[in-house]
């Protein structure tokens, strides 16, 4: 069992399924459900899509940014610490909702 708020951010090791010779719940480590999309400034993610729980969750890999709309504000977002030289919202350092 998981206490995750959406399959995203289930674990890998979390998910099990049913087997036809033991008749129990075993790990299915071949299973994952991912979020794949544009990520871009212009197309981010809904955090429905993400999950809710995502930036808690998930540990990003280094230099992964993911740009994401905050449900309360739509406001669009990068998840960088920090800022770059280039345009638009990279400018500022990112959030994570």
């Not at 955090?47 to 309360?72: A, H, M, N, Y």
């Amino acid at each position: 069992q998981s206490d995750a708020e959406h399959p995203n951010t289930v674990s890998r090791e979390d998910w099990l399924i049913l087997s036809t010779e033991t008749r129990m719940l075993e790990p299915w480590i071949d299973f994952m459900i991912s979020c794949e999309g544009p990520n871009t400034e212009e197309k981010p993610f809904l955090l429905e899509e993400l999950g809710i729980d995502f930036f808690l969750r998930i540990q990003l890999k280094s230099r992964k940014v993911i740009w994401f709309t905050d449900p309360s504000t739509g406001a669009v977002y990068h998840s960088a610490a920090k800022s770059t030289a280039g345009e638009g919202g990279r400018m500022q350092p990112g959030k994570r909702y």
